[in-house]
Nanobody
Framework: EVQLVESGGDSVQTGGSLSLSCELSGNTYSSFDVYCMAWFRQAPGKEREGVAAIDRDGNVFYLDDVKGRFTISKDNALNTLHLEMNNLKPEDTAMYYC????????????????????WGQGTQVSVSA
């Protein structure tokens, strides 16, 4: 069973920066580098939405609202997914979840939630005005 553990969530002011991490561990039948991984977020009263995704070839896709501000990356040596978030806005406030699957080779957009096998418990990001 694959486990995903997120970290890095915090409370910041508008314009601030945060760096989220997600470490993958457990009984994996696939090596980390072949995983397609993504960050999703869910704000109170809203549906969960895909924020950014990266596939095994390094192709990345972002939600329009975060383009130019967020950067997703994978560290294959450390089995860790990162999300660098800059120029944060109050509307970025949400619980951020890491998701992973070895089943998707390449992506042309952020895959829907149902395509991901494994999920983390989430890390809270709060941005005050």
């Amino acid at each position: 069973e694959v486990q995903l553990v997120e970290s890095g969530g915090d409370s910041v002011q508008t314009g601030g920066s945060l760096s989220l991490s997600c470490e993958l561990s457990g009984n994996t039948y696939s090596s980390f580098d072949v995983y397609c991984m993504a960050w999703f977020r869910q704000a109170p009263g809203k549906e969960r939405e895909g924020v950014a995704a990266i596939d095994r070839d390094g192709n990345v896709f972002y939600l329009d609202d975060v383009k130019g501000r967020f950067t997703i990356s994978k560290d294959n040596a450390l089995n860790t997914l990162h999300l660098e978030m800059n120029n944060l806005k109050p509307e970025d406030t949400a619980m951020y979840y890491c998701a992973a699957t070895p089943d998707i080779a390449t992506i042309a957009t952020i895959p829907r939630e149902r395509f991901f096998r494994s999920w983390g418990q989430g890390t809270q990001v709060s941005v005050s005005a």
